[in-house]
């Protein structure tokens, strides 16, 4: 915004290039949506200034720094769209997914004081199990975070009567601020009402792209954002009417008075039943508790719900107490504004622990107070006092935040993959090894947690690995499944004969050990008369040999030919389809291959080198066959055949293939997308373009 701001104003050849590079690194920030939020805001705060200063003249510069924006992040965006193209998503152009709203304007009161929502809530993610020996086990299978997964931020009470303070006297009082104050302020409160689906806020979500974004939980940095720029602005606002030299009118007493009386009442007409059960509570002598849309209303909740109001009073006297041309108001805003951002971080306490907060909450206050009065030794012993107290209390918790965990640790049965898994695959039952643990310990997993999959791979994982009922699960391939609810609890479904009726499939791709918690007992009936020899059991993990598990290399002769990848997929699980020593491919077979009976051969297959972007094969041939690299397909993958580029086919509908003639080759896949390589000479162009804009300059 700042880079747009001089744009605006200047309209020179920095301020494009500035601009320009500003938009690029917004766009490599990653989260596409949150990208899209932000360049949202940059865009309609530049056409809103260029409108308020009349200089829509100068819109060329703002669109050349767009393209350089546009360039810097090509290669990323490119590959982006690639995947999108040839992916899975829930985010499809002309879904609902832009419409999606809040259930209740109530949940408004989490922006407001978030330590209300402090307690995890949704207990019934957790699925339950037990082993055969009668142990019973309970695990989070889903990254829920109650009503977070929602609101996406907050901002509390302070910044919100900062922020209309300021957009009410700026205006009133023609503060060269009050563009940044109403505009700010707008964008955010546009985005919070979309989000609890107030029309006509919610109508964005019919425009192109806004369709496809998620805006309450991935546009909750932008307009928190918003909100903090509006309050900073308003700050200073209150600083130029407040702590000048000039006398304080009454009419902007009373106008940030009415500011602080609006933003207090907001605060009272979301928290009005969370207020009843707790002054209920309080007759009762602190007995019971209820629950209010599906959150337990805690005693400790009602401090959440009023410490807010204190501190907007406290906000509003010291603006308004402040002497004429002091600066302790300021501070002591600044102060406020971090003792209600602290309350609000959770420290993972329990319920009843959470009231010993006060203790540190009460010197706090006393070292503002201190503070406003120009007492800077006694603010000075507060502070102290008050970072004393909350480090007593948070070690003395009887809960809390364990320490980070190193995703790294190697449990026991972990060194045991590691030592004999090989190039043989892994996947995890009943919670055991999460895709993400197996990255960071460097197991080659099937499974994954994306928010895009690649589609033919999806398509094998719902048909032939594991498929979910419901579709928000689908890109959730976890090995485990989500039931039925069970007293409270979602009850799992039955993973081990989920592997055993799907074996073709994990075998295909050489999943060689199945992990499972100790105890579990894989063969039983329900494995059809297969056998899966055990070959680890301990205290942490049981793990099962799949001996129907193929290599990650071999060599396949039968060669059927497909339109398309799905009916590749369906001819290769169609009745007893020999998945070892025939492969399908899509389109024709090439010219000079001929086809040859599966048999016996003494063919020698090794993969000599495994890395990120590439994979060498030595394979030797008695025959003509298809060389099967059980890696999924993708566009961008080249295949060297002892230094001469061969074309690469997507076999069995999934997973990449080469032909091979008779003899010993050397085969190097590598991935080089075109995507990329013609992002980076983009990108290159970007640079370019701006050390022109800033050697013009320069001269």
């Avoid at 070690?395 to 045991?416: H, I, L, M, N, W």
């Avoid at 086919?649 to 013609?678: N, Q, T, W």
Wanted: aromatic fraction near 14%; charged fraction near 15%; hydrophobic fraction near 50%.
């Amino acid at each position: 915004m700042l880079s747009l701001e001089r744009l605006v104003k200047l309209h020179r050849t920095k301020e494009m290039a500035i601009a320009g590079v500003s938009t690029g690194l917004v766009l490599l920030a990653g989260q596409p949506e949150t990208a899209f939020f932000a360049v949202c805001l940059g865009v309609s705060y530049y056409l809103f200034r260029a409108l308020q200063l009349r200089a829509m003249r100068r819109a060329v510069g703002f669109l050349v720094s767009s393209a350089i924006g546009l360039l810097i992040a090509a290669p990323l965006l490119l590959p982006f769209v690639e995947l999108e193209a040839n992916g899975h998503h829930l985010h499809p152009a002309g879904g609902e997914m832009g419409l999606l709203s809040i259930p209740s304007p109530f949940h408004a009161l989490g922006l407001m004081a978030p330590a209300f929502y402090e307690f995890p809530q949704g207990f019934f993610f957790l699925e339950e199990g037990a082993t055969n020996r009668g142990g019973q086990y309970l695990f989070s299978i889903f990254p829920y975070n109650g009503y977070w997964d929602f609101l996406g931020g907050y901002t509390g009470a302070i910044v919100l009567f900062l922020a209309l303070s300021g957009v009410l006297l700026s205006i009133k009082n023609r503060s060269r601020l009050w563009p940044l104050c109403l505009f700010t302020f707008l964008f955010g409160l546009s985005i919070v009402l979309k989000n609890f689906g107030f029309r006509p806020f919610v109508w964005l979500g019919y425009l192109p792209l806004f369709d496809q974004a998620w805006s309450q939980r991935w546009a909750g940095p932008v307009w928190v954002f918003a909100f903090a720029v509006s309050a900073g602005a308003g700050l200073e606002v209150l600083k130029e009417r407040f702590s000048a030299e000039a006398r304080k009118g009454w009419a902007d007493r009373a106008l940030l008075a009415a500011t602080a009386a609006a933003v207090s009442g907001l605060l009272l007409l979301l928290s009005y039943v969370p207020l009843l059960e707790f002054f209920g509570a309080l007759s009762s002598g602190f007995g019971g508790e209820s629950v209010i849309e599906g959150k337990r209303v805690l005693i400790e909740d009602g401090f959440d719900i009023l410490l807010p109001l204190l501190l907007v009073g406290f906000a509003l006297l010291a603006v308004i107490l402040d002497r004429p041309g002091g600066r302790r108001g300021s501070l002591a805003l600044l102060a406020l504004l971090f003792i209600e951002q602290w309350w609000a971080i959770p420290r993972g306490y329990a319920a009843d622990w959470t009231l010993y907060k006060l203790i540190p909450l009460a010197t706090g206050l006393a070292a503002v107070i201190s503070l406003f009065f120009g007492r800077y030794r006694a603010a000075i012993a507060c502070t102290l006092a008050f970072a004393i107290s909350f480090a007593l209390v948070d070690s003395y918790s009887q809960k809390g935040f364990p320490e980070r965990y190193d995703p790294f640790t190697k449990a026991p049965y972990v060194r045991f993959l590691e030592e004999n898994a090989g190039e043989g695959r892994v996947v995890g039952g009943h919670g055991m090894l999460f895709p993400n643990f197996s990255s960071a310990l460097g197991i080659q997993d099937v499974r994954y947690i994306n928010s895009l999959s690649i589609a033919w791979f999806q398509a094998f994982k719902d048909n032939y690995l594991q498929r979910e009922e419901e579709r928000n699960n689908s890109l959730w391939f976890t090995g485990r499944k989500a039931g039925e609810i069970r007293n409270g609890l979602l009850a799992g479904k039955n993973i081990e004969r989920d592997f055993v009726q799907n074996l073709r499939g994990f075998s295909l791709l050489g999943v060689r050990y199945i992990v499972m918690p100790p105890g579990v007992e894989f063969n039983s009936s329900q494995s059809f008369g297969l056998e899966f020899p055990i070959v680890y059991s301990g205290a942490d993990a049981s793990i099962f040999e799949n001996p129907y598990a193929l290599p990650r290399a071999f060599v396949a002769r039968g060669v059927i030919e497909a339109r398309s990848f799905e009916s590749a997929q369906e001819i290769v699980h169609a009745g007893d389809f020999d998945i070892r020593n025939n492969a399908v491919i899509e389109g024709a077979v090439p010219a000079g291959v001929e086809p040859i009976a599966p048999g016996a051969y003494n063919d020698s297959v090794r993969i000599s080198a495994y890395r990120t972007n590439s994979v060498e094969i030595d394979a030797s041939l008695e025959s003509d066959g298809l060389l099967v690299l059980t890696d999924v397909f993708y566009p961008g993958w080249k295949a060297y055949v002892d230094g001469a580029g061969a074309e690469v086919y997507r076999v069995d509908g999934l997973v990449r293939g080469v032909f091979l003639k008779k003899g010993s080759h050397r085969v190097e896949f590598v991935y080089r997308p075109f995507s990329f390589m013609a992002g980076a000479a983009l990108f290159v162009i970007g640079v370019v373009a701006v050390l022109v804009l800033l050697v013009k300059r320069r001269n």
